[in-house]
Every structure is written in C-alpha cells, then in structure tokens.
C-alpha cells in the first residue's frame, strides 16, 4: 500500500480504539483513509491490553516524541484533561502538525492560545467531535449555516443528564440518587459525576458552539450554570401535569440582552410538544434558529466509540483532503479566526418563564398574600396551583409569565420572609 499521510494518536482509550477500527478498515469508505497510516500511539500504559491488532512497536509513552516527530502529519489527540494534553497541542502545532481533538474541556478552556498559534503557524484544529459525538453540529455551524445570523442554539448536549431525567420521567418512584448509581454502572456516568450532573460538561460545549455561532471566543466563568441535583421526581411530575418535560439544555442567544449574549446551562421545563422534549436517554439534540433558514434540529450519539471517532475520522480527512487540494493555504471555512471576547449579559437580565414550587403553612390568605408579592414586582403569573401537602403544609405551584430574572428574584427574597412561607424547594425556567 502507497501511505502518503502519518498520523500520531495521543490516546488510546474509548475513543483512540475507535479511531483505529475505522483507519484499519478503509475499504468502502472515503478513498483518502487508504494512505492514512497511524503511525505512533502514544499512552500512558505499556503494559494494557488494546482491542486493536495495531503493531505494538509503535506504542510509546513518550507523548513528546510524537508531537515532534517531523515525519507526522496530523496529531489527534484523544487522552482527554487539560494538561498534558494542553502543552502537547501547543508543542505539536509549533512543529507544523495538523491537530485532530476531541477534548472540549481543554478547547473551552484553552482554545484562545490554541487557535491563536495555530493560525500564527499555518495549521488547521479540528474539534467535531468535541461536542455531540456523531452529530456533525460543527461543521454545520462553521460551512452549513454560514450564511445565516444565527440568533440561538439550544440543546441537549449531555448524554448523561437526559438518561438521568429521562428515566426520572418514565419512573417516578425513582430517586435521583438511584438512577444516577444505575448510570454508574452502566458506563454512561463517570465515578465522580460532576462534569455531568453539574452542568460543567454542558458549559464547555456551549462555550464552544456559542463561540462558532457568535464569532467571538467565551469566557467559560461568565456562563451561567446550574447542574439537575436539586431536580426532584416530585418536580418531574407536577412538570408533566402541567404538560412539560424537563431537560438540562445549553442555552445561548443573541438577541434578548442589550448588554452581551445570552449562554446558561440549567433545568429547563420544556413543552412535550417541542422537539427537544422528545429527545430521551443518552440522545443529544440541537436546535440552531439562523435568519433565514428559521428553526433547525439535530438529533443523534452524543458519545460513545462509534459516533465520536466517525466525528474524529471525518475531521482526518476533512484536514487531509484540504492539504492535498492546496497544501499552501489554509481553507478558511475550517479554520478559527476569532479575536476578541464576547460581552456576555450577567443572567439577572435574562427574561424568562419560571416554574416555583414553594411550600406553605395550611393558612388562610397564603395565596394572596404570595399574589401580592409578586404582583409588587411585575411578576405576571400564568398559572397557580395549590395542592395538599403533609405535615400541615401545603404545595404551591407557580408558573410565571416572561418575567426579569432580577424582579423573579427580588420578589421572592420577599417571599421568603412571609410568616405563612415554609421555603421555596425549587425555580426552575422555562424554554
Ligand atoms: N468516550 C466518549 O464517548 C467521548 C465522547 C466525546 C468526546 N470524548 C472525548 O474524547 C477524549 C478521549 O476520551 P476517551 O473516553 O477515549 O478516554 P479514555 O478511554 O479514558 O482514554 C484516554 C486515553 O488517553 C491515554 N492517556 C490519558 N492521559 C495520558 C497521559 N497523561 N499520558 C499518556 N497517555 C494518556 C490513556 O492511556 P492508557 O490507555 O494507557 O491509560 C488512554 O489510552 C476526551 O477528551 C473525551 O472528553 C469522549
């Protein structure tokens, strides 16, 4: 076989393993994989067994020694974390390699110097498959849409959460807590769920698509996030008698705030018609509204072997094709030119509906007394609803109308203070 293109893989895991099956198995696929030779693999481990038959003469654990190796061409990075993984992607576009990633943690993170050398030294960083697996959301927002101003992206882009709050739907007698064991075990969630059920995950992957929707980079601690810990099965249900289902979904928009974009991860009650609440267990979907192609959706893998080396694969060839075609310049529709810093809107000027469960003492005149607080602060309520609680209390649902977050807050820190008030178990928003 003639090989004209090296590859270095840093990481030979989940990902790495899938990679390798496709890059092995050319046939039937683009005609460019049959010169694509993987050429070193670097790991932390030696010694652990590897589901691919790859020659283990070119194993090493010596990650720098890829990055500089002057016979590689494309780097695809896939060990995961910020460092080493931050230093060798600096290392290997210093010495002219072409970068492959599927680490959103270090592009949202990072991504600024990354990019910046990288433009500086001539060299394409692919990321398709650092958000959303199989679902090529990338590519569409850097080629497919490029000629819409996108105004909002919102979706469902943690496998992990919607299992959680999907079989939180589907059985109510379920705890948080179990579902999440359930996951564990089932290898959708990680030892320490963090990342996940506290939304970080999320965030990265909106700060990475937002970014590429905008043009400008983001700042990770400016986003607003809230994980799904303090979702509970009763919140499920009175969602669904109220015709929602809730989601953790990555929100970011350009057009409601005067001071900046709009980018939050949280809880959010979505209506069982629209497409995103039928989007259940490990699924991944993405709603991009543009002018003038309106509203569109993407639904599919969100992780897994299969779906995320199809996005790291395609990202290969993408390079490879690009470099064949014009080896001298680079093709600015896979590039990232972005230079300055979006202004993101602190939350407290975001507008939106919201769902309140408070509970309250049994009394007389609870209701309007909360009807007077929030009509004090401009907070137009949709729907009320009072339901028998036990131990003398009693369960108020609240859903407001499109209200400012900063007046939802205020009134209820006057809430909070009413004698008849027990507490406020959960605020959520509304899509
Ligand atoms: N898994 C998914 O479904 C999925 C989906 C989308 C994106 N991603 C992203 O893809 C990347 C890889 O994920 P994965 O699930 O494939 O991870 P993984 O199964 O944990 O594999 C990581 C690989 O990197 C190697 N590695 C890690 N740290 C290293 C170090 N310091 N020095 C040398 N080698 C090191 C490991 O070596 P050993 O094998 O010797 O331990 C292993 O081969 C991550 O950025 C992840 O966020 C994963």
Known sequence: ????????????????????????????????????????????????????????????????SIVTNPDIDVVVELMGGIEPARSLILQAIAHGKHIVTANKSVLARHGDEIFT???????????????AGGIPIIQILKQSLCANKITAVTGIINGTTNYILTRMSANPDESFEEILADAQALGY????????????????????????????????????????????????????ELGYVIKLLAIARNQNSPNGLEIRVHPTLVLKDHPLASINGVTNAITITGDPIGAVVFSGAGAGMGATASAVVADIINVLASIEANPQNLNQLMGCSHQHYATIAPVTESHSQYYLRLLAHDQVGVIGDLGHCFGKYQVSLETILQKHHDQGLAEIIVVTKVVSELNLQTALAEIQSLSALHSVPTVLRLL
């Open 117 to 131: 050398a990288a433009k500086a030294k001539g060299v394409y960083v692919m990321l398709e498959a650092s958000v």
């Open 1 to 64: 076989m003639f090989v004209s293109y090296k590859v270095g893989i840093l990481g030979m895991g989940t990902v790495g393993t899938g990679v390798a099956k496709i890059l092995l198995d050319p046939v039937g696929r683009h005609p460019i994989l049959s010169s694509v030779e993987i050429y070193r693999v670097g790991v932390r481990s030696l010694h652990k067994p590897r589901e691919t038959n790859l020659d283990p003469s070119i194993y090493t654990d010596n990650l720098e």
């Open 189 to 240: 969630a990680e030892a320490d769920p963090t990342a996940d059920v506290d939304g970080y995950d999320a965030a990265d992957k909106i700060a990475i698509l937002a970014s590429l929707a905008f043009g400008d980079r983001i700042k990770l601690d400016e986003i607003y996030r809230e994980g799904i810990r303090h979702v509970t099965s009763t919140d499920v249900a009175r969602a669904a």
